[in-house]
């Protein structure tokens, strides 16, 4: 599985982006993806978790109401669209892959990790 994740930027305090997820293989569709990131000198946090069907998401407290994820399973995609961004959204974004079908916060569970897009937010 390889997991490709784009959509990043430079944008203004309360502007919008969304990030996208691509993968290859066919076992995408049976599992929880999720995004994590990591802004300078931080540790990688959970941001959303969206599970294998697309019925049950999960959000860090600090994005909750700002961001939404969402999946096309005929398209091998997650999406992450993030809205009234804040500069403390500024960070690094990583797409990742589970090995089960539920939303673990949890970093360790997530086996396949695409590349990493970066998101800055300017005031």
């Known amino acids: 599985v390889q997991l490709q994740a784009f959509g990043g930027g430079l944008v203004q305090v309360g502007d919008s982006l969304r990030l996208s997820c691509e993968a290859s293989?066919?076992?995408?569709?049976?599992?929880?993806v999720a995004w994590f990131r990591q802004a300078p000198g931080k540790e990688r946090e959970f941001v959303s978790g969206?599970?294998?069907?697309?019925?049950?998401?999960a959000y860090a407290d600090s994005v909750k109401g700002r961001f939404t994820i969402s999946r096309d399973s005929a398209k091998n995609t997650v999406y992450l669209q993030m809205n009234s961004l804040k500069p403390e959204d500024t960070a690094v974004y990583y797409c990742?892959?589970?090995?089960?079908?539920?939303?673990?916060?949890?970093?360790?569970?997530?086996?396949?990790w695409g590349q990493g897009t970066l998101v800055t937010v300017s005031s």
């Open positions: 969206i599970n294998w069907a697309g019925d049950s998401t």
């Open positions: 990742a892959q589970s090995q089960r079908g539920n939303i673990d916060y949890h970093e360790g569970v997530y086996v396949y």
């Open positions: 293989g066919r076992t995408f569709r049976r599992y929880a």
